[in-house]
T-cell receptor, first 117, second 107 residues
Framework: GAGVSQSPRYKVAKRGQDVALRCDPI?????LFWYQQALGQGPEFLTY????????KSGLPSDRFFAERPEGSVSTLKIQRTQQEDSAVYLC???????????????FGPGTRLTVL | KNEVEQSPQNLTAQEGEFITINCSYS?????LHWLQQHPGGGIVSLFM???GKKKHGRLIATINIQEKHSSLHITASHPRDSAVYIC?????????FGTGTRLQVFP
């Protein structure tokens, strides 16, 4: 596709439910990032993949959060036993660079707005 | 204290005005991004810079590495420039974001 796509765009979950958020990066992009953006705040880093390797997951807020990119393309962010504080927009971005210090532009998806009731 | 701070948080302007948004950071960086976020969440990268100045149309971005400060300028502002502008710095392998500046330009 022409850009980064994410699905679903909106997700409402009851507290305690598990959710899975999908990111389709730009074809051929090596690096993929997940961010969490709370209402009125800037995005915050969650995790980073280079191809299928998860090189940095220091931003994941708890062990309820899990991300994977098994074939180095599509990525899924899974949140188990959702809590109200998980409500946020989850943004995915990809970039063509391969270096940890890449200064390539990151291309952002439209985000998934998660609301936990 | 946030590692990336922006000012002002909110900004209103009349069409045609010159706009300046400031960003200060306290960590070492390899690059700084200016991003534009429209309602609904879509984020677009405007600039990535590591030194000096870049210009694209009516947008100008400058960075002073020694002072750890960057500015985004919009000349001849237009209502379609209304959006949230976010400064983000690249620190090792991750972006650290400011909280954004909400700009509203009225006709």
């Amino acid at each position: 596709g022409a850009g980064v796509s994410q699905s679903p765009r909106y997700k409402v979950a009851k507290r305690g439910q598990d959710v899975a958020l999908r990111c389709d990066p730009i074809s051929g992009h090596v690096s993929l990032f997940w961010y969490q953006q709370a209402l009125g705040q800037g995005p915050e880093f969650l995790t980073y993949f280079q191809n299928e390797a998860q090189l940095d997951k220091s931003g994941l807020p708890s062990d309820r959060f899990f991300a994977e990119r098994p074939e180095g393309s599509v990525s899924t962010l899974k949140i188990q036993r959702t809590q109200q504080e998980d409500s946020a927009v989850y943004l995915c971005a990809s970039s063509p660079g391969t270096s940890l210090l890449s200064t390539d532009t990151q291309y952002f998806g439209p985000g998934t707005r998660l609301t936990v009731l | 204290k946030n590692e990336v701070e922006q000012s002002p948080q909110n900004l209103t302007a009349q069409e045609g005005e010159f706009i300046t948004i400031n960003c200060s950071y306290s960590v070492g960086i390899s690059a700084l991004h200016w991003l534009q976020q429209h309602p609904g969440g879509g984020i677009v990268s405007l600039f990535m810079l590591s030194s000096g100045k870049k210009k694209h149309g009516r947008l100008i971005a400058t960075i002073n590495i020694q002072e750890k400060h960057s500015s985004l300028h919009i000349t001849a502002s237009h209502p379609r420039d209304s959006a949230v502008y976010i400064c983000a710095v690249l620190n090792t392998d991750k972006l650290i974001f400011g909280t954004g500046t909400r700009l509203q330009v009225f006709p």
